[in-house]
Every structure is written in C-alpha cells, then in structure tokens.
C-alpha cells in the first residue's frame, strides 16, 4: 500500500473528466488500498479518484464505523437538501455552509463488481454527494455564493504563495 499525493485546488486533476471501471481486478484493489491509505493519513471521511490524480469513477467513504467503496456510481434522486458545513481534503483548512441532500437514491459497484442498490439519509447523504460530484468535477467551490467563491479563491492563492 502507498499513500498518494492529494490534488488541492486549483490542480487540474480536480476538473478532469472521469472513466468508467471496466475490470474489477487486482490493480483496482490496489487502487482502493491506496486509497483508504491516504484517506487516513489526511483524516478525510472520503476520498475521490480524481483527489489522487486518478480520473476513473471511484470513491471511498468511512462513516459511522462502515466503510464504502463507490465504484460507477449512479445518483438517481437527491432529496431533503439543509444547510451543512463541509470540507474536503483538496481545500485543506477549508469549512463552509452549503446546500446538501440528506436524502439520496444511489447505485454503484462495490470493488467485488457487486451492483448495491441504496437509501441513504443524513449526513452520510451529504458525503456520498459531495464524492460523486467530484467524479463529475464539481467541487466544494461551485457550490457557494460568487462573493464568497472570490473571497476564497484569493485566500487560497494567498496560502499557495505562503507555502
Ligand atoms: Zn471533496
């Protein structure tokens, strides 16, 4: 197992679109394993493709003590939408109140290749639709006010000068 180097924003990884997975087979599971291990090192809830520089449709969520691994996932409807804080691991340091679902339809593969068919409400809702739109290139900064989306662009590009 490796950890990979996370993409912070503005890399252009973040943007790129995604693949479907065809084969369920040993890369992938080492692709996961990857994964999990630098979710972990960066104490994220949930880690993208795309965050790894990987531009393939897979995600991975621990919430609550159960682990998911979203292969091709699908998000049939998105329901109950409340304001909620988020952050995420290509904005380090970064928190802010956005609309969000607490209710989700979704359909993806785990890394066996098994089709799972899901409810979900609450907070795990939000995170399942904040991975699955960064397989689709949406990110954390699309989803708030222009005003504010300004004040923090020039606050992260403050911060990348710093470094
Ligand atoms: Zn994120």
Not at 4 to 11: G, M, R, S
Not at 121 to 141: M, P, Q, R, T, Y
């Amino acid at each position: 197992m490796s950890v990979k180097t996370i993409c912070v924003y503005p890399h252009a990884a973040l943007r790129e679109p995604t693949q479907e997975i065809i084969l369920f087979d040993e890369e992938l599971k080492k692709l996961v394993s990857d994964m999990w291990e630098t979710m972990y090192a960066s104490d994220g809830i949930g880690l993208a493709g795309p965050q790894v520089g990987v531009a393939k449709k897979i995600a991975v969520i621990e919430y609550d003590g159960e682990k998911y691994v979203l292969i091709n996932p699908d998000l049939s409807e998105k329901d109950n939408f409340t304001t909620v804080e988020e952050g995420c691991l290509s904005f380090p340091g970064i928190y802010e109140k956005v609309e969000s679902p607490e209710y989700i339809k979704v359909k993806y593969y785990n890394e066996d290749g098994e089709l799972i068919e899901k409810e979900i409400e609450g907070f795990l809702a939000c995170v399942f639709s904040h991975e699955i739109d960064h397989l689709n290139g949406k990110l954390l900064i699309d989803r708030i006010s222009p005003l504010k989306r300004q004040f923090l662009k020039k606050k992260l590009a403050k911060q990348a000068k710093e470094k």
